[in-house]
């Protein structure tokens, strides 16, 4: 059963320009979201993450929307750059929960072109 | 920055052979992980340990052990490799303070054949 879906398993963007990346969640008790980003042979690095007492939270080019009604929430990173490329993982905790509860969606591969 | 590091990049074992793959964190931090990441499967947790010698099974445990004699290091055992076996292997490590972030390895690759 998987609580944490990313649905689009890549998607292809031009540089400049914004790129969405969604995430959708079943499991109501989760409180707290992340995004990783991972390029090929690396491992995982954090990007930004947003608690559900907050709708939108913002670094530099990186924002995340967290609509808890719909649970869904997504990336946008404005303007997209070629760096970017890489696959990225939403991943869920609930609250009070640890790292050993982190649920990780599927991923999404990110093309940036030029 | 924290430092989390694998022995291995690569590994080809021999199904029925024990393989040991071996991480080493340099943040004194408490929790330590081990993951799985596998096309269309995203990462599931393998095992995880809070403290030195303590362990807890993740959601796939079956077919893997661990061991934690020392706070910086966490092994993953996998005890008869088996072909369902090849995977990425990803080390993380995390910090105790509230929803600190995990911090991972570069991962090891590891084909059963």
């Known amino acids: 059963d998987q609580q944490v879906k990313q649905n689009s398993p890549s998607l292809s963007v031009q540089e400049g320009r914004i790129s969405i990346l969604n995430c959708d969640y079943t499991?109501?008790?989760?409180?707290?979201f992340l995004w990783y980003k991972k390029y090929p042979a690396e491992g995982p690095t954090f990007l930004i993450s947003i608690s559900s007492i907050k709708d939108k939270n913002e670094d530099g080019r990186f924002t995340v929307f967290l609509n808890k009604s719909a649970k869904h929430l997504s990336l946008h990173i404005v303007p997209s750059q070629p760096g970017d490329s890489a696959v990225y993982f939403c991943?869920?905790?609930?609250?009070?929960?640890?790292?050993?509860?982190?649920?990780f969606g599927t991923g999404t591969r990110l093309q940036v072109t030029l | 920055d924290v430092k989390v590091t694998q022995s291995s990049r690569y590994l080809v074992k021999r199904t029925g052979e024990k393989v040991f793959l071996e991480c080493v964190q340099d943040?004194?931090?408490?929790?330590m992980f081990w993951y799985r990441q596998d096309p269309g499967l995203g990462l599931r947790l393998i095992y995880f340990s809070y403290d030195v010698k303590m362990k807890e099974k993740g959601d796939i445990p079956e077919g893997y052990s661990v061991s934690r004699e020392k706070k910086e290091r966490f092994s993953l055992i996998l005890e008869s490799a088996s072909t369902n076996q090849t995977s990425m292997y990803l080390c993380?490590?995390?910090?105790?303070?509230?929803?600190?972030?995990?911090?991972f390895g570069n991962g090891t690759r590891l084909t059963v054949t």
């Open positions: 943040m004194d931090h408490e929790n």
């Open positions: 499991n109501s008790m989760f409180d707290y």
């Open positions: 993380a490590s995390r910090g105790e303070l509230g929803n600190s972030p995990l911090h």
């Open positions: 991943a869920a905790t609930p609250k009070g929960g640890t790292a050993s509860k982190l649920t």
